[in-house]
């Protein structure tokens, strides 16, 4: 179709792929900080390393706004309920990251108190170990985080 | 056991006032903890803040169950006091038995006794009576037991909501006492 006008000023593409790519840059986070790392979250979010590059780095305190719910820190058994309301109130589609080990498995936590990973009651999308993770850990899980969703079905509630 | 000349001043003091009562002075690492009966505890406590003794640094309890040596009832209640005047400190212990821990609240004397003394309920279940608000501190009202007792099952958890791939305690804890009975160690 040479000389066609419209492919000068139209670029085709499928659904899903412009949809993910909206959605991968414009994560709204929830940060659930119960535990030391949040230190290390808040210096992964400052200036310094900056996933506002990203386009992920924009915190909702209200979980109504949020689609990427960043569990940092330690889940008790206490903690539990609170997070599964936070995590219920989110509008879909929604993604959910165990920052830590504390999250992820529990950690070095075995006992009455600690929830032995947010998994046990939350399904999650991305785990980074470390205890407490380096930013540049954060980064890379963010960056596998955004080529997941850009290449997933995207499902259209 | 120090002998009794080497007793530390608040020792004496508590000595002179209680009499039999102070049971002995322990020493561990060099610092000595008087050691009164249960039933002494507030009058002790009250003793030495007329003494000086103003300030209530801490107040916690440990569990002495199958500790080797260990002969006085196994739970044991102590305190830090400091005096703000002098700058010396006391230290005092009670011991208990598990069943019916009680002791009496010393939060008449000191306000922040009242969130120790919570504290120790919840995770030792000793009993502060006269104590105005005695409920957990740090866990939740559901929680049943408390854990610190060395009869605490030690991977018992008690989830307030469903949880999935959530450890059988009793299973781990019975293949681990199997693995400590094989290797001859004798614990578990």
């Known amino acids: 179709m040479a000389g066609d006008p419209l492919q000068e000023v139209v670029v085709t593409t499928k659904l899903d792929r412009v949809l993910g790519w909206a959605r991968k840059y414009s994560l709204f986070q929830y940060p659930f900080v119960t535990a030391c790392c949040g230190m290390e979250f808040m210096a992964t979010s400052g200036s310094h390393y900056d996933t506002d590059r990203f386009g992920a780095a924009f915190p909702r305190f209200s979980p109504r706004q949020a689609d990427l719910l960043m569990v940092v820190g330690t889940i008790t058994h206490k903690q539990a309920p609170i997070l599964k309301r936070v995590y219920d109130q989110m509008c879909e589609p929604k993604w959910v990251v165990a920052f830590g080990v504390c999250a992820t498995s529990g950690g070095f936590y075995q006992n009455y108190g600690s929830v032995p990973g947010i998994d046990c009651f939350l399904p999650v999308d991305m785990y980074i170990p470390g205890c407490p993770p380096r930013p540049e850990t954060v980064i890379d899980a963010l960056l596998k985080l955004q080529d997941r969703i850009q290449n997933q079905r995207q499902a259209l509630l | ?188």
């Open chain 2, 1 to 188: 056991m120090s002998p009794a000349n080497s007793s530390p001043a608040f020792a004496e003091e508590l000595r002179a006032a209680l009499g039999p009562r102070l049971l002995r002075v322990e020493s561990w690492q060099g610092r000595e903890a008087a050691v009164v009966e249960p039933e002494a505890w507030l009058e002790a406590v009250r003793l030495l803040k007329s003494r000086g003794y103003d300030f209530l640094m801490d107040l916690s309890a440990a569990d002495y169950s199958g500790f080797p040596g260990h002969q006085a009832p196994p739970l044991g209640v102590s305190l830090q006091l400091f005096g703000s005047g002098t700058r010396r400190r006391a230290w005092l212990k009670a011991y208990l038995p598990l069943e019916g821990a009680r002791l009496a609240t010393l939060s008449d004397e000191f306000a922040c006794a009242n969130w120790y003394e919570r504290e120790c309920w919840d995770m030792f279940g000793v009993e502060f009576v006269g104590h105005p608000h005695l409920k957990r501190l740090l866990l939740y009202e559901e929680f049943q037991g408390h854990p610190l007792r060395k009869d605490y099952p030690i991977l018992k958890s008690q989830p307030l909501i469903p949880m999935r791939n959530a450890v059988d305690y009793e299973s781990v804890a019975a293949a681990r006492r199997a693995a400590a009975d094989e290797d001859g160690l004798g614990r578990g």
